[in-house]
């Protein structure tokens, strides 16, 4: 679509609908650098909550394979996250030596190590960095020169 075009668009659009549109367009502009409104947490975009306990994990994540997960504790329809994480190759194995930190965890598989940390980074910028027990930033494996889609930590 051209500037003409939106502009015509515009101009057929009755005065209420053109409001509408405004307010909007307004909303999208407010959003902040995370991409989120004020007030709105991001999704995680994981599956649970499930327990953190051997049998649920054995049970749960049934598949050998790099993923990411998020831990904390799970109130109502609330999951307060508290620690980020992920595996390049076996998701299961990761999570067990979580076992007893924290009551709940969320997780996802995906298709590779880089997926799998790209992910990791987004949970971490999006819940709260210095607010999570993570102490550092996720780190890329060696010799991988991956970077971070969110910041710029590994531009040197």
Not at 13 to 38: K, Y
Not at 100 to 115: E, M, V
Not at 119 to 129: A, I, N, R, V
Request: net charge positive; hydrophobic share 35%.
């Amino acid at each position: 679509m051209n500037d003409r075009t939106a502009l015509l668009a515009l101009e057929a659009l009755s005065s209420p609908q053109l409001a509408d549109a405004e307010q909007q367009a307004r909303a999208l502009i407010r959003r902040n650098a995370r991409g989120v409104r004020p007030g709105i947490s991001p999704s995680a975009g994981l599956s649970g909550p499930h327990r953190l306990d051997p049998e649920t994990i054995a049970t749960i994540v049934s598949r050998k394979s790099a993923g990411a997960f998020a831990m904390g504790r799970s109130e109502g329809n609330t999951f307060y996250i508290r620690y980020v994480g992920r595996s390049d190759d076996d998701l299961a194995a990761a999570l067990a030596k979580h076992v007893g930190d924290y009551p709940h965890f969320k997780f996802a598989y995906f298709g590779s190590p880089r997926a799998a940390f790209e992910k990791e980074c987004q949970l971490y910028h999006d819940f709260g960095e210095a607010k999570l027990n993570n102490k550092f930033h996720p780190m890329r494996p060696y010799p991988d020169s991956w970077h971070c889609p969110r910041c710029r930590i590994f531009d040197y």
